[in-house]
């Protein structure tokens, strides 16, 4: 859970007074914890002590400059899923080396852009993909490196939304494709098809159908192998959950799920690659949002707050639980609230029946668990303009996201169209 501490009224996040930083900055406002990120970081290099393995942050879990920079300076890559990532990653100061590029539709621009960037290797999810790949790089005169996603067919036991490993899921090939597009590559003299990759989903809280994924992949390189394919690289994907609630199931510990990749490639002696995204950020992040108004329900109070669905998608999108904390240092009798935002939908609603302390209009609020898939997923959906977004490190705060202005918003639009005259 997102280490927020409290002394004597004072809500901090690595030593940063909330209170003051939401007084300075406003709301609603991303906050992330680099020490909470440093440490998933080193907790996840040693789990994989020994092995010949490369991390690759997903970058869609957030793509913040910033968090960015400190996976960079960690010494990780970055697993991408579009052109815009491929610029965010470079940036931050990931070198190309340590890129891999995912994603089921990657388009021939993003393509040549990844190739000319010489990134490390390119995940591919289609057959059609390949021969695209194949017809860029001959045209570059590039030789490059790519992995093909295989399919296992695997119920990862996570929400339907975001299950990639089963047989009906847009992801990846099954193995009769799988053949055709090593025999294919074979014929293509710049794309090394050398590796094999996997993600059978998001938030995956379970090991077995780790197990089971693994298995399936494991089994394909020896048959590869012994087809006269060699694999020099396999990427297990990523989706370790996070513990969202305390009522939940406790996530897989890190080190069973290294051990897990231990095992079932004991016998492989290539490039492991992992690809982790909320596991290392999710817990690093709280929205800090205000209470607007307590309104009357026909059933419980409707807690309004100055973010919204557009800030924070996940519970709209999925049903997502997270942990709810006022943060005001009054005692107080708890009151069972319907936890909303301002947007206008009914789905705009982070909580439901939730026991808190009583609220009042003014008061600071932190959703829990928001540093994965939640700037990254914002929207300006009702005209509302993004948050910002602030790194704290030891006491000290950094905006690395500027609030984003009402002008800034519509730059780029403009009142005028056939028929329309210019606006005065």
């Not at 993004?386 to 202005?405: K, N, S, Y």
Request: charged share 20%; with cysteine; glycine share 10%.
């Amino acid at each position: 859970m997102t280490p927020i501490t409290e002394q004597d009224g004072v809500w901090r996040l690595d030593g940063v007074d909330l209170h003051a930083l939401a007084d300075a900055v406003g709301t609603p406002t991303y906050v992330y914890s680099s020490a909470t990120i440093r440490a998933r970081i080193a907790e996840l290099q040693q789990a994989v002590r020994g092995l010949d393995a490369r991390i690759c942050y997903a970058v869609k879990a957030n793509p913040n400059l910033a968090v960015l920079a400190l996976m960079a300076h960690a010494g990780l890559g970055a697993d991408i899923v579009s052109g815009g990532e491929l610029q965010r990653a470079l940036r931050a100061g990931i070198p190309a080396q340590r890129i891999v590029f995912s994603g089921v539709g990657k388009t021939e621009a993003e393509i040549v852009a990844a190739v000319e960037a010489g990134i490390w290797r390119f995940n591919i999810e289609s057959r059609d993909e390949l021969h695209l790949l194949c017809r860029v790089s001959s045209r570059l005169g590039t030789l490059v490196n790519a992995a093909l996603r295989l399919n296992p067919d695997v119920d990862a036991r996570t929400h339907a939304k975001i299950s990639t490993g089963r047989a009906q899921n847009k992801f990846g090939v099954d193995r009769d494709e799988a053949w055709r597009c090593f025999a294919d590559a074979a014929e293509c003299a710049y794309v090394r098809l050398d590796g094999l990759h996997m993600h059978i989903g998001s938030q995956i809280v379970e090991l077995d159908p780790f197990r089971e994924a693994l298995g399936h992949v494991a089994g394909f390189r020896k048959e590869l192998d012994a087809a006269g394919y060699p694999v020099r690289s396999i990427d297990v994907g990523g989706g370790l959950g996070v513990r969202y609630a305390l009522h939940a199931p406790a996530p897989v510990p890190v080190q069973d799920y290294a051990d897990a990749i231990r095992s079932a490639f004991a016998d492989f002696d290539g490039t492991l690659v992992l690809e982790p995204g909320r596991w290392l950020v999710a817990d690093a992040g709280i929205l800090l949002t205000r209470v607007i108004r307590v309104k009357p329900g026909a059933e419980r109070p409707f807690l309004i707050l100055d973010a919204g669905m557009n800030d924070l998608l996940r519970p709209a999108l999925y049903d997502a639980w997270h942990g709810i904390v006022p943060l005001h240092a009054r005692e107080a009798s708890t009151r069972r609230y319907d936890v909303v935002g301002p947007v206008c939908e009914s789905s705009d609603t982070f909580a439901v029946d939730r026991d808190l302390p009583m609220c009042g209009a003014g008061d600071l609020v932190a959703i829990l668990g928001a540093g994965a898939y939640g700037a990254s997923m914002a929207s300006t959906y009702n005209s509302r303009p993004l948050p910002a977004e602030v790194l704290v490190d030891a006491g000290c705060h950094a905006v690395v996201r500027e609030r984003q202005t009402v002008e800034a918003m519509l730059a780029g639009e403009a009142a005028r169209g056939p028929g329309i005259e210019p606006a005065p």
